[in-house]
């Protein structure tokens, strides 16, 4: 007469068990946060915006694009054509309306939660002299130095007949940054350099800890 012995757990168990910690053992690495903000959500505002400027350039349109820059002497402009070149995309919404309270704050809100992450910090570095304090400015920051240093920027203007957003993904050369104004499909919002670093003022570390001024909407 055989004796069976008794296993308190079964074999698939044991499976369950070892495939459970493999699992928990592999933990794909985080992949950083793009410098590519969704404004596709504000296309729905097209229809109701006597003028809109919709402008998308990204991969091989956007090296296309920079082959028509000028190919200048100066150097201040050769500069500016290699950033372009360097640039993964640049992405323009303008919708100018002949009233207001055409579009609302939650339109404004959609592109503004994507800027509320500690890879986004507003900035005083750059400034706009079109629309005062309603004329928010986003660096993101990267890994590298120098030019390598911000990956990404956005510009948001919210004014009571005209909303504008600003997209620029890869390495910004705020040197040159001004060059661009008006260029590329951006309208001009009267950008200037304010200082020589890319860091908030004090008390502005972080872009949520307090609310920029807005403009009072019509819901």
């Known amino acids: 007469m055989r004796t069976r012995l008794k296993v308190p757990f079964s074999i698939n168990k044991v499976i369950v068990a ?3 910690a493999s699992l928990m053992l592999f933990v794909p690495p985080a992949r950083a946060q793009s410098a590519k903000l969704d404004i596709g959500r ?3 505002l097209a229809d109701k915006a006597a003028e809109v400027v919709d402008v998308t350039l990204d991969g091989p349109l956007l090296q296309l694009a920079a082959k028509f820059m000028s190919d200048s002497s100066d150097p201040e402009e050769a500069a500016v054509k290699q950033m372009v070149q360097r640039l993964k995309g640049i992405y323009v919404r303008v919708y100018e309306f002949d009233k207001e309270g ?3 704050q939650s339109d404004v809100e959609d592109i503004r939660k994507q800027l509320h992450s500690p890879a986004w910090q507003r900035t005083v570095a750059v400034r706009s002299k079109r629309g005062g304090e309603n004329a928010e400015i986003y660096l993101m920051t990267g890994s590298g130095s120098g030019a390598e240093a911000l ?12 909303l504008t957003v600003v997209n620029i993904v890869g390495p910004v050369d705020l040197d040159k940054l001004t060059e661009l104004d008006g260029e590329m499909g951006m309208p001009r919002l009267g950008l200037e350099r304010t200082d020589k670093t890319a860091k908030p003022e004090k008390g502005k570390e972080r872009n ?3 609310e920029p001024k807005e403009v009072p909407r019509h819901e």
């Open 18 to 20: 070892f495939a459970c």
């Open 42 to 44: 504000l296309d729905k």
């Open 102 to 104: 055409e579009y609302s």
């Open 151 to 162: 990956q990404g920027l956005a510009i948001l203007c919210v004014e009571p007949k005209e």
């Open 208 to 210: 949520d800890e307090k």
